[in-house]
């Protein structure tokens, strides 16, 4: 499944994303809200990029997370988790309210984020009822059948900075 991880910190991106691409995931980083709502749009053939989830950080350099997230929504209903340092219950219900599927609060454990990448794709449209234009919601790391023995661990060794 292709993921679209939107990350302003590198160093964060960088290890999320080795995480990712080790239990199947092919990760597309974009570093601010711009990035990310190209990365959305149409090509110039007018296919729409495929993704399975995006995982969107709140704190980017050139606009709110919020405010990437809404227009997000108008363009796609790919789900997204924000991934985020704001704890809150008030930023918790905003972000949910502006549509995101699912909010993870830094730091986290990798392997509840993966759960909860695994979680929102279930319940999203594959792609015989899209058409192909999001891509198989595959559970990478799972198998086609998950059992608690072949998804990752919980309590693995890296766990995000909260930098955001």
Request: net charge neutral.
């Amino acid at each position: 499944m292709r993921l679209l991880l939107v990350e302003d910190d590198d160093h964060v991106a960088a290890a999320l994303s080795a995480i990712l691409a080790k239990h199947g995931f092919a990760v597309t980083h974009a570093r601010n809200g711009e990035e990310a709502l190209q990365a959305v749009l149409p090509t110039a053939h007018g296919e729409r990029p495929s993704y399975g989830v995006i995982l969107l950080d709140l704190g980017l350099p050139d606009q709110d997370g919020y405010q990437v997230c809404g227009r997000i929504r108008k363009l796609t209903t790919t789900p997204v988790i924000m991934v985020t340092a704001r704890g809150d219950v008030r930023s918790r219900i905003h972000g949910l309210n502006l549509g995101a599927d699912d909010y993870v609060v830094k730091p986290y454990d990798p392997g509840e984020l993966l759960a909860r990448i695994h979680a929102v794709s279930r319940r999203s449209p594959g792609p015989e009822e899209t058409g192909g234009a999001r891509g198989p919601a595959t559970r990478p790391g799972c198998g086609s059948a998950p059992s608690p023995s072949s998804c990752p661990p919980a309590g693995s060794a890296w766990r995000a900075r909260a930098s955001s």
